[in-house]
């Protein structure tokens, strides 16, 4: 069990298969100049795999979430997915992707045992897609959403991050447009793990604006604390259901309490928190022919020093060297 002296206990695993992606949003990467990992550095295949039958079979995970940069280029992504599927007991298996890949890859994802996905998307507006991300890709994403939803890898659920002066006044149209194309919708507060060290907080468009904006055309209702659970997602009923709409307010209401989550990121190091300043090598006992064992035990010496919180309301905050690309969201 990873249990840490605040007596939370994760049972969500976070994995970074790769720190490459193939968009450069400006809110996650500078345009160019970022140093990828080296292919050494990076797991393998089958260390992944035992990691992960690590993690569900000695400590107490039951869901699995594949993470990058942009997880679809792994190459051995499928592969990963099938034998983890395999696994006793077998964990619940989602991924997180920009959704570029998608089209080619959803069935074959469906096929191995993936249950769902969530697809980052920030904006309907092509134009403001291209400034977004420096890529002329929104159709590629609306049709991969579009194919995972016909695959079953359902929910679809969507993260979108409003910036000022680029997308803050799409919050309802997106709203609706999920609503229609039967996906679910989660606004994501802008965090400080951009690797060009960017963001600031008097510029984010927080949950409180987010909110404000949908309730000029919906009704909201809030869904409760006991449906939340360790959730990330704050969730209001739209107009009286049975639609939902998520935020996630990292920054201005955190919700670390009941944080159930454990990261490994693609180099093989344990994170307890995306905003964590230390990491625990893994990777370096799995490549000195370390027993399970003795794996599992330094991940449960890394997760019983979990911190209280992220930090981020402390004036002493200190963002973490590591971008959001590197760390796996």
């Known amino acids: 069990m990873l249990i840490d002296t605040y007596g939370r206990v994760a049972t969500d695993l976070r994995v970074s298969l790769t720190d490459r992606c193939n968009l450069r949003c400006t809110y996650c990467m500078p345009e160019e100049g970022l140093q990828w990992l080296a292919k050494p550095d990076l797991l393998t295949d089958d260390e992944i795999v035992r990691l992960i039958r690590i993690a569900v079979t000695d400590l107490g995970v039951t869901e699995v979430r594949f993470t990058g940069g942009e997880p679809l280029l792994r190459p051995g992504l499928v592969g990963i997915v099938e034998r983890c599927a395999a696994l006793e007991p077998r964990p619940r298996m989602s991924l997180t992707t920009n959704g570029i890949g998608l089209k080619r890859t959803a069935a074959a994802l469906r096929s191995a045992g993936l249950d769902r996905v969530n697809v980052s998307l920030d904006t309907l507006r092509p134009d403001v897609f291209k400034t977004l991300t420096r890529r002329d890709r929104h159709q590629d994403v609306l049709d991969g959403m579009a194919a995972a939803r016909d695959a079953g890898l359902t929910p679809v659920k969507v993260n979108a991050v409003l910036m000022p002066g680029l997308n803050a006044d799409e919050a309802p149209d997106l709203l609706a447009w999920a609503i229609e194309e039967g996906y ?98 893994l990777r370096a006992a799995l490549r000195s022919d370390a027993p399970d064992e003795t794996v599992a035990e330094i991940w449960k010496k890394a997760m019983w020093g979990k911190k209280a919180g992220s930090g981020l309301d402390d004036p002493s905050f200190l963002q973490p060297e590591r971008p959001m690309s590197a760390i796996g969201g």
């Open 184 to 281: 679910e919708l989660r606004f994501i507060e802008q965090m400080p793990l951009d690797a060009q060290h960017g963001w600031k907080r008097d510029g984010m468009i927080t949950a409180g604006d987010i909110l404000e904006s949908l309730r000029t055309r919906f009704e909201l209702t809030p869904e409760g604390a006991d449906e939340r659970g360790s959730a990330p997602a704050e969730r209001w009923v739209v107009d009286g259901g049975p639609h939902t709409v998520g935020v996630i307010a990292s920054v201005t209401r955190p919700f670390c309490r009941a944080c159930d989550r454990t990261r490994l990121t693609a180099d093989g190091q344990v994170r307890t928190c995306l905003f964590a300043t230390e990491e625990t090598d």
